[in-house]
């Protein structure tokens, strides 16, 4: 009695064919899996080896853009970035910390351009006011109140930079001249365009007690005066002065919006 008598079913032989190919497929596409991942893996290897231990992608060329008053080559020096070293290993955080601490540069990016590039673009800071100082140099300031340069003389300060008197704040400790400085900065700031370029002064006995002298608007006038208060409200502040200086008075109140004054 043979097995299939027996009870035993045969196991047919193109299920066992068809078994054994998936198995040898499976072996196959494991062997080309591993083929890829090494090949892969090599090739990974080689291209960080080119791009971060080679020549072949170097730094020869930096380009800069974005300066006004600093130079190229101050940028440069601050950047001290070495030649031939590997673009891909250049730490642009590292370079934009460097161009950062330039007192007059308020913003930097870095950034690396492929084969042999490395891009670099600034932002200054700007002028808006100056601020005397003790030894009778000047300050200078932008519009954030942050110091990036000085003037030795009044002469010496920027074409229609005005300045800031602090009065009552020779003791740069004193805790409310930044608030101050930042109050008038404001006004600054708010003014439209032809009133801010009359700005002569402007003068503070307190954080709020800011005056802004203006050049006058009629010939027999030595200057307009305005009485703007308080860091508080400085575009509505703007816009109510704006609408007043057309009459040509010597003086403006705008420190109480709600109940504005000129005479």
């Known amino acids: 009695m043979n097995a299939t008598e027996a009870g035993h079913p045969r196991v047919s032989r193109v299920l066992v064919e068809r078994y054994l190919d998936r ?9 080309l899996s591993v083929t890829i991942t090494v090949f892969l893996a090599l090739l990974t290897l080689t291209g960080y080896s080119i791009l971060w ?3 072949v992608f170097d730094v020869r060329s930096t380009s800069v853009s974005g ?3 600093l130079t190229r080559q101050q940028i ?3 950047a001290a970035i070495p030649a031939h070293t590997p673009v891909a290993s250049v730490d642009t955080s590292a370079v934009k910390a460097r161009l950062m601490a330039l007192p007059r540069v308020k913003d930097a990016w870095v950034e690396r351009s492929l ?9 200054e ?7 005397p100082q003790a030894d009778g140099s000047f300050q200078i300031v932008d519009a954030d109140g942050v110091a990036f340069d000085t003037a030795a003389t009044a002469s010496a ?8 008197h602090l009065e009552q704040f020779a003791d740069p400790a004193v805790k409310d001249r930044a608030s101050t400085v930042a109050g008038a900065l404001a006004a600054l700031r708010a003014l439209p365009a032809p009133v801010r370029s009359r700005v002569l002064t ?62």
């Open 125 to 131: 800071r700007t002028p808006a006011a100056a601020l």
């Open 202 to 263: 402007v003068s503070a006995t307190g954080p709020y007690a800011i005056t802004v002298t203006l050049s006058p608007s009629k010939a027999k006038q030595k200057s307009v005066t305005v009485l703007w208060g308080g860091p508080d409200q400085p575009d509505l502040k703007a816009r109510i002065l704006a609408a007043l200086i057309g009459n040509g008075a010597a003086h403006y109140d705008v420190s109480a919006p709600a109940a504005p004054a000129y005479s």
């Open 115 to 123: 084969p042999h590039t490395i891009d670099i673009n600034v932002v």
């Open 76 to 78: 440069l020096a601050a």
């Open 157 to 164: 300060i920027p074409a229609h930079i005005p300045v800031i």
């Open 23 to 31: 198995l040898r497929r499976r072996r196959r596409w494991r062997r």
């Open 53 to 55: 231990h080679t020549k």
């Open 67 to 69: 300066v006004k008053v």
